[in-house]
């Protein structure tokens, strides 16, 4: 068995603050990212996907469980080395750079802060790195205000690609783009990691976003992982009622062959710091519903299982559905 890039195992982050009840922000979370892959982590917002991501680069402590890198735990106390290796990029470009720094010194930074560089070398380094992810020499003196934001956040991944980490956090680095532009970024950071071989864990809020980066997907709802595997099957073969419904948002859905329906989710996600027992989902599942409101669902958590086609593809639901998605794009329940 090859040994993951990382490794998650049983995440949980419990937020305590004086006076108010505690934010089970995330709950019992395991995934792996493999060397040179991308796991796609998707979910609505507050379903603790950046929470996780803040764990896995050491922003954040661990309320339960464990965490390793090329199988050695990350324990408690990171090294230098471990912060090298693990980056992020945030979600606001803008908010991430300093504007006072020009951009070959914001991306220079990195190299004179952690590995000691001096300034010429950084600045030489600097242009290169630039220059691969597709930013003339003409922008590299000027400002953060003075650019587009897809070019802010080019410099911002200049910036990480330049420490050649084997992982890097991608946190909705494109929700904050234009349109026009995501797909620009999402391919750079595809086209970087088949150069440098970097693994991602990839947020997003939206299934379509990460559909053309992804390998593989884990699908979070309120601190849980609820679906996962190889992102083919997932998009694909989706077996719970929510990746359903986040599906339903990029496909039009046939459940009865009859016209196209939308799925449209019973209210808000639920407070992490009120969570429904038994399935945290099923105040919001159509299924459950459907099938006449079984006690089950709201009484016991459901593990998440292997499905007996493919092991690696996982579901969390007490009445998982099959469903199939045929050539021209449409799914039939
Ligand atoms: N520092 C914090 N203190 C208290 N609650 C927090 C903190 N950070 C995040 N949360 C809460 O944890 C939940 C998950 O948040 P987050 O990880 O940011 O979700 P996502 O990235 O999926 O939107 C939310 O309810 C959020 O309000
Ligand atoms: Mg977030």
Redesign the pocket.
Known sequence: MTTSLLRVDNLSVV?R?SGRPA?H??DDVSLTVAAGRTLGLV??????????GRCVVGLQSPTDGDLFLDGRSLGHKRTRADHRLIQMVFQDPTSSLDPRQRVIDAVGEPLRVQQGAGRRLAREKAREMLREVGLTDALVDRFAHQLSGGQRQRVVIARTMILRPRLTVC?EPVSALDVSVQAQVVNLLAELQEQSGVGYLF?A?DLAVVRHIAHDVAV?HL?RVVESGPAEDVYNNPHHPYTLALMSAVLTTEPDGRGEQRIVLDGEMP??SNPPEGCSFHTRCFRYEKLGRPGRCRQEVPASISLPKEQRHKVACHFPTEVSVNPSGRRTC
């Open positions: 937020f603050r934010v922000a995330v979910g609505e917002s507050g379903s603790g996907k950046t929470t996780v946190d947020i809020h979070m601190g407070s992490p």
